[in-house]
């Protein structure tokens, strides 16, 4: 708790109203919001890279955005760290009596079930009864897709496997191009079709088991890695990207596919032969 202690008075002082950071004196709750997203980004990005050193440090960035909302709020009157601090161990052990109570339960599964049982009914007290009450609008577009979609499904209202979401996947694409093939493009409607395929594609992974959000930014990196490459590709030949035609630009592309496929392949056969397997492909 010292270690706390040391973080809020740092907090404190930033936020002295004679002797505080000018920039930190002039944030809102509001204005914070959007730093808040960018400490929980960088968080999953290092952990995606298995970064631990780099973990560390991110962590405590995310843990002052907490530590400053509660000091705006404490200025305002409205609740102060500590109020913060009770407030989750409450929720904790309110939704973990098998833990802090005699509530038997069986398995990782039937845990699972009493854990939404218990926020399904602090919704319906929060919220009121809608089965969609409370998902969060700040949310990234996608994932709020998933969460509304599993929401649904709780009720009964999803499709019993993945062929039809795929049905449904080529009939919105199948609107959206016919859209975009009109002679005049109404951006509205495009824009409307094009939420129907992104929001069909949330529900596809879902039904997948895999999150929509986390596969979007793992197909960004690979974008972004195998841009890279071809770029180095083209300047080893002595020439810019902007100069290639398109052919040359998927023979770049192909050859960076090959190189990433064969190396993954390397690495894996890699790991195989190791006692205590390590992620080598990064």
Same mark, same amino acid.
């Given at each position: 708790m010292s270690d706390i202690k040391a973080l809020l008075d740092v907090m404190a002082r930033l936020r002295d109203p004679e002797s505080g950071c000018p920039w930190d004196r002039e944030q809102t709750l509001a204005s914070i919001v959007p730093h808040t997203l960018e400490e929980a980004y960088e968080v999953a990005d290092v952990i995606s890279q298995g970064d631990m050193g780099e973990l560390c440090d991110?962590?405590?960035?995310? !843990? +002052?955005?907490?530590?400053?909302?509660? %000091?705006?709020? *404490? $200025?305002? /009157?409205d609740f102060v760290f500590?109020? @913060?601090?009770?407030?989750?161990?409450?929720k904790l052990i309110r939704r973990h009596p098998h833990v802090f109570a005699d509530v038997a339960i069986s398995d990782a599964e039937a845990q699972t079930a009493a854990w939404e049982a218990h926020k &399904? %009914? $602090?919704?319906?007290?929060?919220?009121? $009864? /809608?089965? !969609? &009450?409370?998902?969060? !609008?700040?949310?990234?577009?996608?994932? %709020?897709?998933?969460k509304l979609t599993k929401r649904a499904a709780r009720v009964g209202f999803d499709w019993p496997d993945l062929p039809p979401v795929f049905d449904k996947m080529q009939e919105e694409l199948g609107e959206l191009r016919y859209e975009? *093939?009109?002679g005049t493009i109404d951006a509205d409607r495009v824009e409307d079709e094009m939420g129907d395929?992104? +929001?069909?594609?949330?529900?596809?992974? %879902?039904?997948?088991? @895999?999150?929509? *959000?986390?596969?979007?930014?793992?197909?960004?990196?690979?974008?972004e890695r195998r +841009? #890279?490459?071809?770029?180095?590709?083209a300047a080893a030949e002595g020439v810019s990207l902007d100069e290639l035609d398109l052919d040359r630009w998927e023979t770049l592309w192909v050859r960076v596919k090959t190189a990433e496929v064969v190396r993954e392949t390397e690495c894996?056969? #890699?790991? *195989?032969?190791q006692s205590n397997p390590m992620i080598l492909c990064r």
């Open positions: 991110e962590l405590g960035d995310l !843990l +002052f955005q907490v530590v400053f909302y509660a %000091r705006i709020a *404490e $200025e305002q /009157g500590d109020d @913060v601090v009770d407030a989750i161990c409450d &399904a %009914r $602090e919704r319906r007290d929060k919220h009121g $009864e /809608g089965t !969609l &009450a409370g998902v969060a !609008l700040a949310l990234p577009a996608l994932s %709020r897709a998933a975009v *093939e009109q395929v992104l +929001f069909v594609a949330s529900n596809l992974a %879902r039904k997948a088991g @895999v999150d929509p *959000e986390a596969a979007l930014r793992r197909a960004n990196a690979k974008f +841009f #890279a490459a071809m770029e180095a590709l894996k056969s #890699a790991n *195989e032969r």
